[in-house]
């Protein structure tokens, strides 16, 4: 039998013209130019066409929504790929959670984030951090210690900020951070995070040496959006710098040097409110104003009640929670199509070029699946 041959593929609203039909026409008539079985066989074959007339319609009918646009075709077949791979996406998912569940359970206890599940609670100058060491300030953000104009300190043992990150370690020989009169610093966590415990314990202590703690300002910056509008209107911006998105919760002073969340904020369930920095500032007209190691002297910052890290940037995790949920996955589908800016979500552009492609609203929708790393 000869092989047939096909013609070129239907295009939007079109049937196949004459020219491109002969291929198939003259492999019909040699068809039935042999035995009969043969011409039995071409029978069908001569009915084919009608089929292919039949699917031209609905193609017509899409050009025609779209009125004949290549852009708006291109568009849909964009968001067709875009179903197409989300649905597989989560029927691959299925089949795991339903022929494999006992592996995904281990994976799940064994490599979620290790740091975290294997933190065991410690004390600290008697004060408990149910997750050890890592709930201490990680890096500096800013130290200034002429920030209020006032004097700075002068001991070369108490300039560094790092000696203010990590575990209280002071032993006497430096080891600690003078902030000076009015001096400011800036302390950020990046393994764990400060939140609210939901009770009246406290939830950030100040490590402060000496036999009294100096009166010290303390803000914190929430980490996502919805912790800023929960606490948006109880804020205070007295000594913190306007536009820095700190919010002032008070100040540690006399031998008081734990801050309860809750007492400022109430009315939220645990872990509701999540900070992922803490700034101090001396207060200056409070204690001595000149000296070697003026002003506040910072050991250690620590996360009495802390939360679990969000290490990067995760794509559609559009408030910065550390979690993308369906409503962001919509957001990220509207900037695609151009119905919202990129500024709306513009994590969702992790190749930089300003816009939101196919393959990022994938990613986006792995992460929904698979959590942030």
């Known amino acids: 039998m000869a092989a047939r041959k096909r013609g070129p593929p239907l295009r939007w609203g079109h049937r196949r013209s004459e020219a491109a039909s002969a291929p198939c ?13 043969n011409a039995q066989r071409a029978t069908p074959n001569a009915q084919r066409p009608t089929p292919n007339a039949q699917r031209a319609t609905p193609n017509a009918q899409r050009a025609t929504r779209f009125g004949g646009s290549a852009a708006e075709a291109h568009l849909w077949i964009s968001r067709r790929l875009l179903c197409e791979r989300i649905s597989t996406t989560v029927r691959r998912s299925e089949v795991v959670k339903v022929t494999n569940n006992l592996r995904v359970v281990l994976i799940v206890l ?29 890096t500096v953000i ?3 210690p002429l920030f209020s104009e006032g004097n700075a300190p002068t001991d070369p043992d108490y300039l560094d900020p790092d000696e203010a990150l990590g575990v209280p370690d002071y032993d006497g020989d ?13 302390l950020r966590f990046v393994d764990n995070a400060l939140t609210n415990s939901a009770d009246d314990t406290p939830d950030l202590h100040i490590f402060e040496i000496g036999p009294d703690v100096e009166d010290t300002f303390v803000a914190i910056r929430p980490r ?3 912790t800023r509008v929960a606490i948006a209107s109880l804020c205070v911006d007295e000594m913190a710098p306007q536009g820095d998105d700190f919010c002032e919760i008070g100040k540690v002073f006399g031998r008081t040097s734990s801050i309860d ?22 207060d200056p007209e409070e204690g001595q104003r000149s000296g070697a190691t003026v002003g506040a002297d910072i050991d250690s910052v620590g996360a009495i009640a802390s939360a679990p890290p969000c290490r990067q940037p995760c794509t559609g995790d559009c408030d910065q929670n550390c979690e993308v949920r369906i409503n962001e996955l919509v957001t990220g589908v509207s900037i695609a199509q151009g119905g919202l800016p990129l500024a709306e979500c513009a994590v969702f552009d992790t190749t930089g070029n300003l816009q939101v492609a196919v393959n990022e609203l994938i990613l986006g929708v792995t992460r929904l699946l698979r ?3």
């Open 110 to 138: 064994v490599l979620g984030p290790c740091c975290w599940a294997t933190a065991r609670a410690e004390e600290y100058g008697g004060i408990e951090f149910p997750q050890g060491e890592i709930s201490f300030a990680d």
């Open 142 to 144: 800013r130290y200034d």
């Open 371 to 373: 959590g942030c790393p």
């Open 25 to 37: 026409e003259a492999a019909r008539s040699a068809n039935a130019q042999r035995p009969t079985r």
């Open 224 to 226: 996502n959006e919805a």
């Open 174 to 186: 430096g080891d600690s951070l003078s902030l000076g009169s009015g001096g400011l610093v800036e």
């Open 261 to 282: 969340i809750d007492a400022l904020f109430p009315d939220h369930q645990s872990g509701d409110l999540i900070f992922d920095a803490v700034q101090l500032i001396d």
